[in-house]
């Protein structure tokens, strides 16, 4: 086989195993991608989906509640409609 022949050759090797690799790649991208979308979907107790929920609270709530309580409920509800939610009556 010429040189030229051979150096041909060597380039088309080094160019699947890019092709392989980058591949790969896209399938590491679209699992890892799966993997955050179904991250709200698990059942656990602190999944940090917690802002996706209101926290509803009634007259009662209110008058018993501390006065640190009640401004930790407004933070939540101020983030949870900066963040786009809207709260259903």
């Avoid at 392989?20 to 107790?45: F, M």
């Avoid at 007259?59 to 018993?64: A, C, F, G, K, Q």
């Amino acid at each position: 086989m010429s040189q030229w022949a051979s150096l041909k050759a060597e380039a088309l090797e080094k160019h699947i195993e890019v092709q392989k690799n980058a591949v790969d790649v896209q399938q590491n991208i679209a699992c890892l991608t799966l993997l955050s979308l179904s991250g709200c979907g698990v059942t656990a107790t602190d999944t940090g989906c917690q802002l996706a929920r209101p926290i509803y609270v009634i007259d009662h709530d209110i008058d018993v509640m501390s006065t640190p309580t009640q401004r930790q409920i407004m933070i939540h509800k101020e983030t949870w409609e900066k963040n786009g939610f809207e709260q259903k009556n």
